[in-house]
C-alpha cells in the first residue's frame, strides 16, 4: 500500500486506551482552554486599550498572547472533539494544517521570547537611549521576523512529514497531528527525516535561547550596578515574568525535540505536549500578571471607567 491509504485520514489513538481518564481530561482541558481564551484576550485588550501600555514591551507581550490563543486553538478544539465521543479521526487536510500551525506558531514562539529578552535587555542596560532604539519600525521588523522564522519552518519540514509514505498505518499515537508522531508510523527509514528535524530544532530552539541567555547575563550585571532597591526590584519583577515563561516553554521544547530519535516514552510524550500546548498559554497572562503593576493599574482603570 501507498501513501494513499492515508488521503481519507488519520486516527489520533490519543488517550483512547484510558476511557475513564479520557473523561476526566475532556472537564480539565474545556476548562483549561476557556481560561487560556479569557486571559490572553483580556491581556490583549488591556494592551490595546490603556495608553500607558502602548511600549514595546507590551506590543511584544499582546503578540505573544495572540500567538497563544492560535497556538491553542491549532490543536484543543480537535482534542475536546476526540475526548467527547468515541470518533477519533482527522480528515488529511486537517492533519496537515493542524501541523502547520503547531510547527509554525512553535518556531515563532521561540524567536518572540528572543525578541522580548532584547526588549528587556535594552531597557534596564540603555535606559536613556530605549525609546530612540526601540522605535515602532524596529519593533515591527523583529515581530515580522519571529513570524517569518516560524512559516519558513512550517513549509519547509510540514511538507516533508506528510509526504512520507505509511503503508497504511493510519493510527497516530498522540492526540494531535505532531511531527515526532507523524514521522514514527512511516514505513520508510527515517533516520534522514530525523536528522534534519534534529539540525533545524537546534536552530530554531538554541539560536533564540543563547541569545535570550546572553542578554540576561549583560541585565543580570546591569542590575547588580544599580544603586536603587527599588530600580533593582522593579528590573527583577519584569524580567522575572520573562524567565519564568522562556524556563516553562523552552524545557519542555528541548526536552520532547532535542532528543535524537526522540527517545521520550508515549505517554510522556503526551502529556508533555499537552502541558506546553495548554498550561504553558494559560499561566502566561497570569504570570504576566501578577508580576507586573501597570497590567494591574490598567485592569483597574478600565474596570473603574466600565
Known amino acids: 500500500m501507498t501513501n494513499q491509504s492515508c488521503q481519507e485520514g488519520f486516527i489520533l489513538l490519543g488517550f483512547s486506551d484510558r476511557p475513564k481518564l479520557e ?27 490603556d495608553p500607558s501600555l502602548h511600549t514595546p514591551m507590551y506590543f511584544f507581550l499582546t503578540n505573544l498572547s495572540f500567538l497563544d490563543l492560535c497556538f491553542t486553538t491549532s490543536s484543543i478544539p480537535q482534542l475536546l ?3 467527547g465521543g468515541p470518533d477519533k479521526t482527522i480528515s488529511y487536510v486537517g492533519c496537515a494544517i493542524q501541523l502547520f500551525m503547531f510547527l509554525g506558531l512553535g518556531g515563532t514562539e521561540c524567536v518572540l521570547l528572543a525578541v522580548m529578552a532584547y526588549d528587556r535587555f535594552t531597557a534596564i542596560c540603555n535606559p536613556l537611549h530605549y525609546s530612540v532604539l526601540m522605535h515602532p519600525q524596529l519593533c515591527w521588523k523583529l515581530v515580522s521576523v519571529a513570524w517569518g522564522v516560524g512559516l519558513l519552518n512550517s513549509l ?5 512529514t506528510m509526504k512520507l509514505p ?3 498505518r493510519c493510527r497516530v499515537k498522540h492526540f494531535l497531528c505532531e511531527m515526532p508522531a507523524l514521522i514514527k508510523i512511516a514505513c520508510v527509514d527515517t533516520v534522514a527525516v530525523e536528522s534534519t528535524v534534529f539540525i533545524l530544532s537546534v536552530i530554531i530552539v538554541l539560536v533564540p535561547l543563547s541569545l535570550i541567555l546572553i542578554s540576561y ?8 550596578r544599580m544603586k536603587s532597591a527599588a530600580g533593582r526590584r522593579k528590573a527583577f519583577n519584569t524580567c522575572g515574568s520573562h524567565l519564568t515563561v522562556v524556563s516553562l516553554f523552552y524545557g519542555n521544547i528541548i526536552y520532547m ?18 502541558f506546553y500546548n495548554l498550561v504553558t498559554p494559560m499561566l502566561n497572562p497570569v504570570i504576566y500578571t501578577l508580576r507586573n503593576k501597570d497590567v494591574k493599574g490598567a485592569l483597574r482603570r478600565l474596570v ?3
Not at 475532556?26 to 494592551?47: Q, R
Open 217 to 224: 547575563n549583560y541585565i543580570a550585571l546591569a542590575v547588580l
Open 304 to 306: 473603574s471607567r466600565k
Open 156 to 160: 519547509v519540514m510540514s511538507p516533508v
Open 81 to 83: 472533539f476526540n475526548l
Open 257 to 274: 525535540y532535542m532528543q535524537p530519535g526522540n527517545n521520550s516514552s508515549q505517554d510522556q510524550g503526551k502529556f508533555l505536549t499537552l
Open 23 to 49: 473523561q476526566i481530561l475532556f472537564v480539565f482541558v474545556l476548562l483549561f482552554y476557556l481560561v487560556t481564551l479569557l486571559g490572553n484576550v483580556v491581556i490583549i485588550l488591556v494592551a490595546r486599550l
Open 166 to 168: 505509511r503503508c497504511g
